[in-house]
């Protein structure tokens, strides 16, 4: 009995063993086809939350036109036309305001006046600070000048110094005579030629003339040397360095010619400048009008609350020569908005914002071109455009580049006015200005790349500029010591 009952217990485990087993394989089998189907459902609405969350995170760019890999939208800036043409076209497709991607840098190109406001006067502050280009940091002495300081409290100083200073009515009205020399030559020169003239050229040296001579002195005999370093700058900084757009790949950097080239032109500026300065220390207070270099190497001297390097001097009487006699700004245009690749920028005429500029700024209003700063150089103006009238009047039968003419006079104008009409070094400073205005003007991709080391290397700008750099900074430092020497024989203001 025990064993027929063991023996039926046994087989009824069995049973339900087995019905157990046969009843869970059926279950899976049947439940299979539904776990396939949810899955089919759950992945594809996963990567659609995923891309909804990716696209609220991401940025909101402007319309633009499409993009490739790594040049991005560099392939629609390749044309025959001129780059504010280009812009203009594709503005009207996409709207006035416009995404570019150029190598590692982002673009918006600001196009209507409406969106203008927006970014220059209505939220000016957050789009002021520019990212510096290969050229411009070479040539500022590492952004200090006005125009490319970051913005912040010595942004706001400069700005200030500029304002109350430097571009003051009263320093405007002081360089009167200097405006008025520099148009009386001039138009000398006019008179004199008796045949045809580049008035373009003639005009634009007329005015390099005059800001290099309010800004260094009319005495100033480097001020003429200036004006072809300038020039050069104007057009290397017109051109295009792939650094400019890779600034990630330094080697692009350690490659530039452009950057090379720079460096060259700005270290003959910078001789020069360095022996303006030192004529402008060195020289007799009563002999000279004050100039804008005499201003400057004062907030160097006195030990005030906010006070200027030698280079930061050099910094703002580069930038002065610059930006006004040959439109830089302009070059560059004055609404735009840059997200090249790595970065992120609205080119704008404002200066970037900051401590340093608020103090250069300040500086530039009470002193530098101030009302009674502009007048007291009225005098070297006549002066310097009587000498080109002369120059116009006494070329009767050949003809004249009246456009050259005018701008070497203006050149001398600014440049006497800066160092001061002793210095020597105006004539060397003219060259390398421009170069460097030239450099400045380029395009490169290293500054749209700016982590690509390479690319700076590469496109030879870092080195052209640093060499443009030092010669600058020779000249200002030579015409910083001719300064100096005059207030440590007068103990006054030049």
Known sequence: MFFKLLVNSTNHVDINRTSTTHLTHHQITMEFPSLLLSLQILIPTLIFLTLILTKKRAPKLPPGPRRIPVLGNMHNMI????????????????????????????????????????????????????????????????????????????????????????????????????????????????????????????FNAATFGLISRAALGDGTKQVESLHPMINELAELSAGFDIADVFPSVKLFQWMSRLKKRVLVIHKDIDRILEEVIHQHRIANNDEHHEDILDVLLKYQQDGLDFSLTKDNVKSVIVDLDMED?????????????????????????????????????????????????????????????????????????????????????????????????RAKEHEALIPILEEVMECAAGFYVAEFFPS????????????????????IDEILEDVIRQHRGVEADERGEH
């Not at 009587?386 to 004249?400: F, H």
């Not at 690509?452 to 010669?471: A, M, N, Y």
Request: glycine share 6%; net charge positive.
């Open 452 to 471: 690509i080391k390479f690319l700076q290397g590469v496109s030879g700008l870092r080195k052209r500029v640093g060499g443009l750099h030092r010669e």
């Open 79 to 202: 044309s025959g036309e001129a780059p504010h043409r280009l812009l203009h076209k594709l503005s009207q497709k996409f709207g006035p305001v416009m995404h570019l991607q150029l190598g590692e840098v982002s673009v918006a190109v600001i196009s209507s006046p409406e969106a203008a406001k927006q970014v220059m006067k209505t939220h000016d502050i957050h789009f002021a600070s520019r990212s510096p280009i290969i050229v411009a940091e070479i040539i500022s002495y590492g952004c200090t000048s006005i125009t490319f300081s970051p913005y912040g409290e010595y942004w706001r100083q400069l700005r200030k110094i500029t304002t109350l200073e430097l571009l003051s009515m009263k320093r405007v009205q002081s360089f009167r005579w200097l405006r008025e020399k520099v148009f009386v030559d001039l138009a000398r020169k006019f008179a004199g030629a008796g045949a045809e003239v580049n008035f373009s050229k003639k």
């Open 325 to 421: 006699g040959f439109g830089l700004t302009a070059r560059r245009l004055k609404q735009l908005y840059l997200v090249s690749g790595q970065l992120q920028l609205l080119i704008v005429t404002s200066a970037p914002y900051g401590h340093y500029w608020r103090h250069l700024r300040k500086i530039c209003t009470l002193e530098l071109l101030s009302a009674k700063r502009v007048h007291s150089f009225r005098s070297l103006r006549e002066r310097v455009f009587l000498d080109l009238a002369l120059r116009i009047a006494s070329n009767e039968k050949s003809p004249i580049n009246l456009t050259a003419e005018l701008y070497a006079s203006t050149y001398a104008l600014i440049s006497r006015a800066t160092l001061g009409e």
